[in-house]
């Protein structure tokens, strides 16, 4: 393999210090605040909070099984650095920098907080690198800002080991981590491009939820318009109640004015009477008065008939006015009836748009998802496993080859066309060779 470029070599070194160093100085942090000893009582105590988090769809599934495993304890070895920043950040009070832990902190921030921000900027930062290089300036601040925060986390021995590291020669297992880099960006890369496609999918949908929200708005302005209408209809109804109410009182008040003018016309013609009976008792005094006396009571009985005619017609209207009233009173209850049904459903309206809150909050969190999962970094243990056999086998360790065939390690992996085995044959080591030859022939 051709030896690597200086650019490359700043890339390798500072992986190698966010993956290999960076995560032991947080977990010394970890367990100082969450004694081992102590870990599980701590978590069941935290449990409510803990499961919070896990159904916001901050912790996953397997980081749920970390804290809570179905068998055994809990152990911060198997927790990666996001975990245990999560776990840090909710259960803990320790002071977040000034701009939050999500971006990366001023130089001259340097609380515990501070640096774990700082850790979990840069590891996110190299894990969306789309390139395998970095300039020697920006590699000599970063690595100054890391191996800083390492030693405030871990203490001062792992700042000689962050020096030991920046010096190091890298050897052939480093330049086999920079090809596994590359391959591993390339499917990163199209990860990502299926990921934005879902994104964009998810926007898409969201806009038309939004577009549909906006419909139900209008529609329901309109509704409220429409209440609104019904609503002063309402007032001039009563309005024009009101004033038919006055005229029926005024009538009534006509009515009883009438009635008392008509006592008194009975009253004078109760006197007339009592003058007709003194002008009969007169009359052989006087014919001629008697005759005057005569037409003036035919006078009279015909006004009176008048007035009676009158009264009649007054009872005819106002018996009209009572219908009128009765029709008015059975309109206004209809119009109660119909606000009531526009109330329903208005009411209808109102619990459709919660629901359309509801699965609009369900798509932000979904959103939110997505967006976590593109943070998430490569598992680096993956490349591990990938490694370890072909590096004990070019080593001649064949206790260690025993054990990792133990556990199922893939020895059909190849590195410059080379298997396992093929590696065992061309170091010369017999007993390797032999012991892989056993298991390929169990494995057939």
């Not at 774990?116 to 100054?144: C, E, P, Q, V």
């Not at 490349?383 to 072909?390: D, F, K």
Request: hydrophobic share 30%.
């Amino acid at each position: 393999m051709a030896p690597l470029l200086e650019e490359e070599e700043n890339y390798i070194r500072l992986a190698l210090l966010l993956r290999g160093v960076a995560p032991r100085a947080v977990r010394t942090y970890f367990d100082k605040e969450f004694p081992p000893t102590y870990l599980l009582s701590t978590f069941n105590k935290n449990y409510n909070t803990l499961n919070g988090l896990f159904k916001k769809r901050i912790l996953n599934q397997a980081q749920w099984n970390l804290l809570f495993p179905k068998s055994g304890i809990p152990d911060s070895k198997t927790f990666d650095v996001t975990l245990m920043i999560c776990v840090i950040r909710n259960l803990t009070s320790v002071s977040p920098p000034k701009y939050g832990f999500d971006h990366l902190p001023q130089q001259g921030e340097t609380t515990p907080g501070s640096d774990l921000a700082r850790i979990k900027w840069y590891r996110n930062k190299i894990a969306h690198h789309d390139r395998n290089t970095m300039s020697t300036g920006d590699f000599n601040t970063a690595w100054t800002d890391i191996a800083d925060a390492v030693s405030r986390l871990g203490g001062l021995p792992m700042n000689q080991e962050c020096q030991d590291l920046k010096l190091k020669i890298l050897d052939q297992s480093n330049q086999e981590i920079m090809l596994e880099i590359k391959i591993s960006q390339k499917e990163m890369k199209l990860l990502r491009q299926t990921m934005d496609i879902e994104h964009s999918t998810l926007k898409e949908n969201l806009s038309d939820l939004q577009d549909s929200q906006s419909t139900l708005q209008t529609e329901h302005s309109i509704v409220i318009e429409n209440l609104r209408d019904l609503n002063d209809s309402h007032s001039t109804l009563q309005t024009e109640q009101s004033s038919t109410t006055d005229t029926l009182s005024d009538l009534q008040d006509s009515q009883r004015t009438l009635q008392t003018e008509h006592s008194i016309v009975i009253e004078n013609l109760r006197d007339l009477n009592d003058s007709h009976s003194t002008l009969q008792t007169e009359q052989s005094s006087t014919t001629d008065t008697l005759s005057e006396l005569q037409d003036s009571q035919r006078t009279l009985q015909t006004e009176h008939s008048i007035v009676i005619e009158n009264l009649r017609d007054l009872n005819d209207s106002l018996s009209t006015l009572q219908t009128e009233q009765s029709s008015t009173t059975d309109n206004l209850s209809d119009l109660q009836d119909s606000q009531r049904t526009l109330q329903t459903e208005h009411s209808i309206i109102i619990e459709n748009l919660r629901d359309l809150k509801d699965s609009h909050s369900t798509l932000q969190i979904e959103h939110s998802k997505v967006t976590e999962i593109l943070k998430d970094p490569i598992p680096w243990n993956i490349r591990e496993q990938i490694t370890e056999v072909l590096e004990t086998c070019y080593k001649g360790h064949a206790e260690i080859v025993e054990s990792l065939l133990k556990y199922k390690a893939d020895c059909y992996l190849k590195c410059d066309g080379l298997t396992s085995l093929g590696i065992a044959r061309r170091a010369n080591h017999s007993n390797i060779v032999d012991l892989l030859e056993r298991w390929d022939k169990q494995s057939i």
